[in-house]
């Protein structure tokens, strides 16, 4: 089977700054993209950012210049690094791992519990 855990999330005053780290792990040939989306409450589920396996980089234009999504391959690992927060930045974030296992034998989402980020203002 493949985990996918996130860490990181909190409560931050606005203009503040957290790190959420998510580990993939299990029986993983390969990992493709990874990245994170966030929900709101009663708001649907949205692209935050995602990394290829190359470092490339695609972020949502509400957090462009603002976050920044890393990932070390060597670890199966990414970072969303979130810097000068708003409250309407507050959600569930959820990492996301498009993983090539032993067990699927083809390409497959996986996604993790979510993480709490809550913005005061």
Do not use: H
Request: aromatic share 10%.
């Amino acid at each position: 089977q493949v985990q996918v855990v996130e860490s990181g999330g909190g409560w931050v005053q606005a203009g503040g700054s957290l790190r959420l780290s998510c580990a993939a792990s299990g029986s993983i040939v390969s990992i493709s993209r990874m990245g994170w989306y966030r929900q709101a409450p009663g708001k649907q589920r949205e692209l935050v950012a995602t990394v290829t396996r190359d470092g490339e980089t695609n972020l949502a234009d509400s957090v462009k210049g603002r976050f920044t999504c890393s990932r070390d391959n060597a670890k199966n690992t990414v970072y969303l690094e979130m810097n000068s927060l708003k409250p309407e930045d507050a959600a569930v974030y959820y990492c996301n791992a498009l993983v090539f296992s032993r067990e699927r034998i083809e390409w497959y989402d996986y996604w993790g519990q979510g993480t709490q980020v809550t913005v005061s203002s």
